[in-house]
C-alpha cells in the first residue's frame, strides 16, 4: 500500500490554510529542545534553516563548500515567479497554478501546485524586505518580464544575476543566526549516509572533506536540501560539484524515489564545442523574451554556413526560419522548455543546425537592438551577453547568439508527502531534491520559486507535525545505529580506495554521460533505453574492478569525492533508465519517440501513466520495487498540450 500523501480536504484555494491550523504545533519554550539537522545551504535549505532557527529550533546546517554563498543556486540567472499581477495583465493564483500544471504535462500534484503558486506572492515580499535588488520600472515599482510557458508578465529579476541576488538575502538571515548560535555551520563536510533508528531519521554520516573525518551528527529531524541530479549526464549546465549522493543514500534507507526520467533540457545552452569540456553554460531563459530563434531555411544554405562560405549576416530575412514562431504562433520563441528543445534538435536533425558541429541554432537580438538600442538591451542583459562573449569570442550584440539544449534541471527526486517528509518518518527533502512542484517539465523562474517556497513559508509549518509527535529529549549519536553506519561508511571507503585500477573517475563518470545523453536524453526509445541498462551494468562492473585513486582518504582527495559521486550515478542512472523504460507514453521532459502525434508533439496515455512512479530499494543489483500514486484533477482538464 502506498504511504499516504496527506493532501487535505477541502477546495483547493482552501487546503493550505486549513493544513496550517491542522497541523500539530511545538510550543515556543520546547522548539529550543529540538535539534534538526539540514543538509545543503542553497535557496531552499538556507531559507529553511534560517527560517526554523528564527522559530527558536537549534539547527546544524551543512555544506561541502567552504561558504553558503558557493551553493549552486548563485547560478540561476533569469527571475522567479510570483502572481502578484503587477502588470495588471491578467495574471492570478489560479493561472500561475494552471499554467505550472499544463507546463509539467499533467504530471505533478494539484494541492501542492496551487500551494506553490499562493505562497508565491509571499517570496517577494519577504526578498524585498531583505534588500534583494529587483529591478525596478521608472516609476520605482518592481518590474517583471515573460518567461516560457506563460503569457503573462510574472517574472521578477535582478538582471541576469537573479539567483545570486536571492541567495545573499537568505544567506544573510542565516547569518543572522549563526551569530545568534541558533545555526551552527559545518562547511566542508559532505553527507554520506542517512542514520535511521527505530524507523525514524534520526542523523547524519559526514565527511570532513579537508581532515577526511568521518563524523556521526544526530538530530530529531533531517532536511534535505541539496539539489538536483543533472550531473548523472556528466555534461550539464550544474556546477560540477553538485551531486546525487545524499538523496541517493537516503534512498537506499528507505526514501522512495519518485520520477527519476524525468529531467529537464534547457534549450538556450552555448553549444559543446569540444571533449575537453566538463560542463557547459547556461544563457538565461529570460532571452527568449526578446531574442529571436530561427535556422536556415534549406540545408543548403546550411551547408555553406557551416563549411564558411557565407556568414551570417550574408543570410537574408527570406532566408531565414523563425521555427518557433511559425510552429506557434501563440506563445512564439516563449514556449516551454521541453518543446523548444525538442524543436531545435529537430532542425538540427534535418541538417539545417548553424556552427562547426551543425548542432546549434541562433538566438538573434537584432531586431529589439535595432528597435531601442545597444545601451537598453545591455541594462537587460548586459552581463549575460559578456558572459557569452567571454566564452565564445562572438559579439551578440553584433551577430546571434548560438545555442543548443542541454541538461539542466531534474523534476524527479526523493518522494514526498504535502508535508515534504519522505517515506522515511522525520526525514524531509526541499527545493529540487524533491519530485512535488513540476512534474513532467518546470516551467523556467519555478526552480528559485519552489526553493524559497519551501524554505521559507512550507517546512517551518510542516516539520512541527512531525516533532510534536516526538519526545524533546536530546537525540545523541550512543545509539548502535550510528556505528553501524559509520561502519558501513568506512568500508565503501576503503573499498574505493583499495581497487587500485586504471582508470579514474571521470573517466567513469564521462562514459556514463554518453549512454544516458545518447539513450536518456532529449528522446527515448524501447530498444535504446534496453540497450543503455545494458550498457551501465557493465559499466558499474568495470568501475568497481578498474578504478584507480590516487592519495588517501585521510586528507583532502578529490579523486575519492568524485568516486563515491560516480558510484551513486551509476546506480542511479539505471534507475533512470528503468523508470523511462517503463513509462510508455511521452510527457514533457520524457519524451518516448514510440509515443508521440503526428506534428511531433508529445502522446500523454492518461488512462495509463497519470501517476507519480516512486521506486522503492530493495539491495544492491536487486530491481527495485514500483509504487505508483495515482494523480487525480479536479480543478483542470486534461488535455492535449498546445501553445500553437
Known sequence: MFQDSKIPEGPLAEKWEKHKFNVKLVNPANKRKYDIIVVGTGLAGGAAAASLAELGYN?????YHDSPRRAHSIAAQGGINAAKNYQNDGDSVFRLFYDTVKGGDYRAREANVYRLAQVSVNIIDQCVAQGVPFAREYGGLLANRSFGGAQVSRTFYARGQTGQQLLLGAYSALSRQIAYGKVKMYTRSEMLDLVVVDGQARGIITRNLI??????HAAHAVVLATGGYGNVFYLSTNAKYCNATAAWRAHKKGAYFANPCFTQIHPTCIPVSGDYQSKLTLMSESLRNDGRVWVPKTVEIAERLRKGEITVND??????DYFLE????AFGNLVPRDVASRNAKQMCDEGRGVGSSGLAVYLDFADIIKRTGANSVSQKYGNLFAMYEKITGEDPYKQPMRIYPAVHYTMGGLWVDYNLQTTVPGLYATGECNFSDHGANRLGASALMQGLADGYFVIPYTIGDQLAQTPPTPVTTQHPAFAEAEAQVRARVNKLMSINGTRSPGEFHKALGHIMWEYCGMARSAEGLQHAKQEIQKLRREFWSDLKLAGTDQELNQM???AGRVADFLELGELMVDDALHRNESCGGHFREEYQTPEGEALRDDENFAYV??????????PEILNKEELTFENVKLTQRSYK
Open 560 to 562: 575519492l569525492e568524485s
Open 59 to 63: 539547527v546544524k546546517a551543512f555544506t
Open 211 to 216: 581532515t577526511g573525518e568521518i563524523e556521526q
Open 613 to 622: 512512479a516512486a521506486w522503492q530499494y530493495t539491495g544492491d543489483n536487486q
Open 315 to 320: 543570410i537574408t530575412e527570406e532566408d531565414r
Open 326 to 329: 511559425r510552429k506557434y504562433p
